[in-house]
């Protein structure tokens, strides 16, 4: 199976800018060329849309008609979370109007956004592929770190020593928790999914009982035995603080545990698995 390389995206924690958003499914089927990165967003859409793919989230804003429904998307690597060269958009099916607006960069938080304009009655199935070279984008520098050797980025950001994953790995866990917005609006959390890439970037998504996931974004700070202790944002970037994941040997996720603020508003998180 292949490694994903996580790209780490800033949404809103509820979202606001989607109308509709949802996690692309891991493609299973081994008939792309190594080396090279492809996502097939298939949707169906009801009269105008704009899509926006970051990473391995899309997240569909409806500009009219009825919100958009994920048809089977699914891609072999999320989409890199910084300029892509070389990167081909094609067509692969559609009703009526589709195209490109925007490559990712730095001002659409590396996004590639799409428009789509059916004007026939009812959904129509709209199929785009988005192809990359994996080897160039992974040889580039990251586009938050420095040309030099200086490590010019803040303290609360910077990963331990000493902390180097091969690979991505990939935590789960099956559980239940509540996420309390300053002691009042509570969400039911359900199952949670951590990813970590080789760059010790994190994302922690929850299944909650209503709405959208909720999902985090951060960098892993330090790993004592199974607790792994993570500085986090949630995804409007406002409220941020320190999240300890506890973590068996099987990768699964025991217990999360979250306090973050920024000042003003407060958000107490507490996940148990069970």
């Known amino acids: 199976m292949r490694t ?4 780490l995206a800033v949404l809103a924690a509820i979202p606001a800018w989607a109308d509709t958003q949802f996690r692309i499914r891991q493609m299973t089927r081994d008939d792309v060329p190594r080396g090279k990165g492809q996502c097939d967003i298939r949707l169906q859409v009801d009269n105008e849309v ?3 793919v970051r990473g391995d989230m899309v997240s569909i804003r409806t500009l009219s008609g009825q919100d958009a429904r994920d048809d089977g998307s699914e891609c072999n690597a999320p989409l890199p979370r910084r300029e892509v060269p070389g990167l081909t958009f094609e067509v692969k099916d559609s009703r009526n109007e589709i ?3 925007a490559n990712p960069d730095r001002r659409n938080d590396f996004a590639v956004i799409v428009h789509i304009r059916d004007s026939d009655s009812g959904f129509g199935r709209y199929h785009f592929r988005l192809s990359w070279n994996m080897d160039a984008v992974s040889s580039m520098r990251p586009p938050d770190e420095p040309d030099d050797r200086r490590d010019d980025r803040r303290p609360d950001d910077r990963p331990a020593g000493g902390m180097a994953w091969n690979n991505v790995i990939n935590f789960r866990g099956q559980g239940r928790g509540a996420a309390v917005f300053n002691e ?7 199952d949670v999914n951590v990813d970590i890439d080789r760059g010790g970037k994190i994302v922690v998504s929850f299944r909650v009982d209503r709405g959208q996931a909720l999902l985090f974004s951060g960098v892993l700070m330090d790993r004592e035995g199974s607790r792994l202790k993570a500085t986090v944002s949630s995804e409007d970037g406002r409220l941020r603080g320190p999240m300890y994941i506890l973590v068996d040997d099987r990768q699964n996720v025991n217990n999360i545990t979250l306090e973050a603020t920024d000042g003003r508003d407060h958000m107490r998180l507490n996940w148990d698995r069970r």
Do not use: C, K, T
């Open 4 to 7: 994903w390389v996580i790209a």
């Open 184 to 190: 009042r609006d509570s969400r039911r959390l359900m």
């Open 50 to 52: 704009e899509v926006a």
């Open 99 to 101: 195209r490109l607006v």
